[in-house]
């Protein structure tokens, strides 16, 4: 398992490295088969106002999967104990719910599967421009997948909402947590009014009128704006 270990506005000592690692080596201990990359933040707010200001993030790279977690506390050494069980009760959870489901039903076969090369240069030969008032950008690939999966993808990367491309319509689309429970999904407009997919389809009443949300309501379940 490669382990990489970086800190904003402190600096990661051989005692808090080692923290880390025995820690994550825990955590990920029961999962090493899936795992090949764990990412490790940590941070701390210059305002010692703040309560929580220690912050320890971790992402594991598992099975072609991104999951994701982080913890505030006061103590740094705190936020990277509940950051390690949150990230192991994640990989638990991805464990049983995916991986073990596909074990009992996929059939014996002596076929072997050649894993298709993932290509590492996704900006190939174009050059990242970034406004003067974005902080950072993220690339990443944006491989096609239904709402169902998305929703998965969503729990499993510890955020509100989740961007992914719709494999009905190739269009990109928003799932999110709403306020009251469930999930919405957020899908463009063309510019005559129209959407495509499923979705809007159900939105539709069985006498033809629109069922979906007024403007009103749209606006108050989007999702908050959150660090991706």
């Known amino acids: 398992m490669k382990l990489l270990i970086q800190g904003n506005n402190i600096e990661v000592t051989e005692a808090i490295h080692n923290y880390v690692e025995e820690k994550l080596e825990n955590a990920v201990k029961h999962f090493q088969q899936l795992t090949s990359?764990?990412?490790?933040?940590?941070?701390?707010?210059?305002?010692?106002?703040?309560?929580?200001?220690?912050?320890?993030?971790?992402?594991?790279?598992?099975?072609?999967?991104?999951?994701?977690?982080?913890?505030?506390s006061g103590d740094l050494y705190a936020s990277i104990d509940l950051v390690a069980d949150k990230i192991a009760r994640q990989l638990r959870k991805y464990k049983e719910k995916h991986l073990d489901k596909k074990t009992q039903e996929s059939p014996k076969t002596a076929e072997m599967v050649t894993p298709e090369p993932v290509e590492e240069d996704l900006l190939r030969d174009r050059a990242p421009e970034l406004p003067e008032d974005v902080v950072r950008v993220k690339y990443f690939a944006m491989p096609p997948m239904g709402v169902e999966e998305a929703k998965d993808q969503l729990q499993l990367v510890d955020h509100d909402f989740y961007v992914f491309r719709n494999e009905n319509t190739g269009e990109i689309n928003v799932i999110y947590e709403r306020n009251h429970g469930g999930y919405g999904v957020i899908q463009p407009r063309n510019s005559n009014g129209h959407t495509h997919g499923t979705l809007h389809e159900k939105a539709q009443g069985s006498n033809g009128k629109n069922a979906s949300l007024s403007e009103e309501e749209e606006l108050r379940e989007s999702p908050p704006a959150a660090e991706v």
């Open 37 to 72: 990359k764990v990412d490790v933040h940590l941070s701390v707010a210059h305002n010692s106002r703040v309560s929580d200001r220690a912050k320890a993030e971790v992402t594991v790279y598992a099975s072609g999967k991104v999951i994701r977690a982080q913890e505030h």
